[in-house]
């Protein structure tokens, strides 16, 4: 069965092939900051796409040696393994003037910022197709599965990697894998399922991403619409992605329901001190449940508010009341920054009425 170990060395080897091509852009910087920006242009025209090449040579030589080398430890019989193909010149060059823009307007760094990104995705990029080539030209026809490298991926990466195990490797690389993307397209031999790369999960990534699906369609929303579903599993579990939201698109986006038209969308500052202080940082003011599973209440009582409106002592302040879950009361309170009836409001906090709170209610 293929290992973890072996996903992480096939990753490495493409880490340091990275590495060593990286250098050779950040050396040009120098260069490109010495020269006009037509010939800065000009010469990174000529130099990326060789820097691809020798690169790419370097990560599809080492995929080749690491796939005969991981198939000789299951299957029995030689093969002989090929390299896959470096993108076209053209497609590089068109990468380079995507990004010259940059040098323009004075600020090559950026444009070789831009560029450290595409050349890691097409090196990676060659060492997939690699392995892509080889599982279709292996006559043991190995199953295949995306596996992501490190302990956080972005939710696209876990989309692709919650398939699991598939037959048929000319669909395999056909995703469009993202720059910096280190997830590696992984034979397996053994044709008993039972195989278990430590740390990949495929049961449990399918579940997050049908839970978003489900969302979606609770809300209404369109549950086949990958983009709605992605932004939904980076609203649910935004600590497990590398593109996790620090604030949920549901107290947001008005795709995702939040109204706002009447309420700002919610700051990262106010959505903070919801989920950490609430109103005096006492016990019981605070909600329970995940980080989505309060958000969600708190559109809930803001769409569906039970009641509504300013308190008579304080007319600059705007509250909504509804009723959690768990029985208990919920505030949510903001300022009215736009007149109107309703107001636009922009939230500053919600919270569980507790006894304490309730005495400072109208
Ligand atoms: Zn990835």
New binding site residues.
């Given amino acids: 069965m293929t290992t973890r170990d072996q996903v992480d060395r096939l990753a490495t080897a493409q880490a340091k092939v990275y590495r060593m091509v990286k250098r050779r852009l950040d050396s040009l910087l120098p260069r490109l900051q010495s020269l006009p920006p037509d010939q800065a242009r000009d010469l990174l025209l000529a130099v990326i796409p060789v820097l691809v090449e020798e690169h790419g040579n370097l990560a599809a030589t080492a995929a080749a040696e690491w796939y005969e080398e991981t198939r000789a430890q299951q299957v029995t019989g030689t093969f002989r393994s090929r390299l896959g193909a470096n993108p076209p010149t053209n497609d590089i060059q068109r990468t380079v003037r995507r990004t010259a823009g940059h040098l323009f307007t004075g600020d090559p760094a950026a444009t070789i910022g831009a560029l450290a990104g595409a050349v890691q995705r097409y090196v990676a990029g060659t060492a997939r197709d690699t392995i892509r080539r080889n599982m279709l030209n292996d006559p043991t026809k190995p199953r295949w599965a995306v596996i ?1 490298s490190g302990a956080k ?2 939710a ?2 876990e989309m ?1 990697a919650s398939r699991g195990w598939q037959k048929g490797a000319a669909e395999a690389g056909a995703a469009g ?2 720059d910096h ?3 590696q397209i992984v034979p397996e031999w053994d044709k008993s399922g039972r195989n278990h790369v430590e740390g990949y999960d495929p049961d449990q990534m399918y579940e997050r991403y049908s839970a978003a699906r489900a969302e979606l369609e609770a809300d209404g929303l369109d549950s086949g619409d990958t983009r709605l579903i992605l932004a939904r599993m980076r609203d649910m579990y935004p600590d497990r992605y590398t593109d996790g939201h620090a604030v949920p698109l549901i107290l947001r986006d008005p795709v995702h329901g939040w109204p706002d038209d009447r309420v700002l969308p919610v700051t990262p500052r106010t959505w903070e001190h919801i989920l950490e202080h609430g109103p005096g940082g006492s016990k019981e003011d605070q909600f329970n449940g995940t980080r989505y599973e309060i958000a969600k209440d708190i559109r809930r009582g803001i769409t569906e508010p039970q009641w509504q409106g300013t308190p008579e002592w304080r007319d600059d302040v705007y509250n909504y009341h509804w009723r959690l879950p768990d029985g208990r009361e919920a505030l949510a309170g903001g300022i009215a920054v736009k007149e109107g009836d309703p107001p636009v409001i922009r939230l500053l906090t919600a919270y569980p009425v507790s006894d304490r709170s309730r005495r400072m209610l109208p």
């Fill in positions: 992501p991926t972005c696209f990466c692709l894998f993202h993307c280190d997830c």
